[in-house]
């Protein structure tokens, strides 16, 4: 049996190399999917031997989806061009029992965030877990234009490990929870959830607390309670434009 890598990009110059590499040890054929990107990652990726396409940015479940058509293998692995497989994660799959079975379909690995070289494993971004290796005769992603996830009825957790290196600093955090919240805003007003003023305070606080005390943040000095209070910011936000949505409609009626 064989497997597709699968990696969607843009402007990843200073990572799609080595995500290429990687993928190729384990992979038959590694596919980008690159959204006009402007800086070399079209470029690297040949070179380290994928196979570029282009298309403009579809949303995150969507530009997965359409890069599946150019996978010639059932079996998907599907990284984004910041993550690498841990050791235990590239000896799962190279063991490949998963194969001669058909109980699943879908696999979820634990991913540990990186900003820069410092493990978050704390205010609950530690277990997280995604589903990046699965069948795509059977399972498939998302439509979710942010925080995709694999759509399967037959996945299996098992407690191996994606490496992420998402983020340089706090300010390259901030401005992706900026980004996902205003994705999430939209999607949550187009599905038809509707919320009062105090919803933004409400679960902003509640984030921040989980993180900060329940997920033992406090724990972790002043990096504790930065991603606490950044959690705490992505649900405000989130909930702060999905009202700005609402009142949008409303002046329009």
Same mark, same amino acid.
């Given at each position: 049996?064989?497997?597709?890598?699968?990696?969607?990009?843009?402007?990843?110059?200073?990572?799609?190399?080595?995500?290429?590499?990687?993928?190729?040890?384990?992979?038959?054929?590694?596919?980008?999917?690159?959204?006009?990107?402007?800086?070399?990652?079209?470029?690297?990726?040949?070179?380290?031997?994928?196979?570029?396409?282009?298309?403009?940015?579809?949303?995150?479940?969507?530009?997965?989806?359409?890069?599946?058509?150019?996978? $010639?293998?059932?079996?998907?692995?599907?990284?984004? *061009?910041? &993550?690498?497989? +841990?050791?235990?994660? /590239?000896?799962?799959?190279? %063991?490949?029992?998963?194969?001669?079975?058909?109980?699943?379909?879908?696999?979820?690995?634990?991913?540990?965030?990186?900003?820069?070289?410092?493990?978050?494993?704390?205010?609950?971004?530690?277990?997280?877990?995604?589903?990046?290796?699965?069948?795509?005769?059977?399972?498939?992603?998302?439509?979710?234009?942010?925080?995709?996830?694999?759509?399967?009825?037959?996945?299996?957790?098992?407690?191996?490990?994606?490496?992420?290196?998402?983020?340089?600093?706090?300010?390259?955090?901030?401005? $992706?929870?900026?980004?996902?919240?205003?994705?999430? *805003?939209? &999607?949550?007003? +187009?599905?038809?959830? /509707?919320?009062?003023?105090? %919803?933004?305070?409400?679960?902003?606080?509640?984030?921040?607390?989980?993180?900060?005390?329940?997920?033992?943040?406090?724990?972790?000095?002043?990096?504790?309670?930065?991603?606490?209070?950044?959690?705490?910011?992505?649900?405000?936000?989130?909930?702060?434009?999905?009202?700005?949505?609402?009142?949008?409609?409303?002046?329009?009626?």
């Amino acid at each position: 049996m064989k497997i597709s890598g699968l990696i969607i990009t843009y402007n990843e110059q200073k990572n799609i190399g080595r995500c290429v590499e990687e993928l190729l040890e384990i992979c038959d054929e590694v596919i980008v999917i690159d959204s006009n990107s402007t800086d070399n990652t079209v470029e690297i990726a040949k070179e380290k031997g994928a196979i570029v396409y282009n298309q403009a940015y579809l949303g995150d479940g969507p530009q997965r989806t359409y890069g599946l058509q150019f996978c $010639k293998w059932d079996w998907i692995l599907n990284l984004d *061009a910041d &993550e690498y497989l +841990d050791t235990d994660a /590239r000896a799962f799959i190279e %063991k490949a029992d998963f194969f001669n079975q058909d109980t699943y379909d879908a696999y979820s690995f634990r991913v540990k965030n990186f900003m820069g070289q410092k493990l978050i494993n704390f205010s609950g971004w530690y277990p997280d877990s995604k589903v990046r290796f699965f069948n795509k005769k059977t399972a498939h992603p998302s439509k979710d234009m942010a925080h995709q996830y694999i759509v399967t009825s037959k996945k299996k957790k098992v407690n191996v490990h994606i490496l992420h290196y998402g983020w340089a600093n706090y300010e390259q955090i901030i401005a $992706k929870k900026n980004q996902y919240s205003s994705h999430n *805003a939209q &999607e949550l007003f +187009d599905a038809g959830k /509707r919320i009062t003023a105090f %919803k933004p305070v409400l679960n902003g606080t509640v984030a921040f607390v989980r993180c900060y005390f329940f997920k033992k943040g406090i724990f972790h000095g002043i990096d504790g309670l930065a991603i606490a209070a950044i959690q705490g910011f992505f649900s405000f936000m989130k909930y702060t434009k999905l009202l700005a949505l609402q009142r949008q409609a409303k002046d329009k009626k």
